[in-house]
């Protein structure tokens, strides 16, 4: 027989939450998922995965914010 414990079980701590998808619109013709999409076409992608798509010029860059 198991003997007993005086403390409370934890509970395992939640795994964090995954990064929101983010929406970017193409500047450039670019196969996504398969499929090749035209310039304009928006898209639902992984932050990273957006992140590498202005690195590479195929989505704009990010609008810059300058305080005067």
Do not use: S
Not at 17 to 43: R, Y
């Amino acid at each position: 027989m198991k003997p007993a414990t005086t403390r409370p079980r934890r509970k395992a701590p939640m795994p964090p939450a995954p990064p929101a998808m983010e929406q970017v619109i193409l500047a450039q013709e670019h196969e996504h998922m398969g499929v090749k999409k035209p310039p304009g076409t928006p898209i639902v992608v992984h932050p990273e995965t957006a992140r590498w798509l202005r690195a590479v010029g195929v989505v704009p860059p990010l609008p810059t914010t300058t305080k005067d």
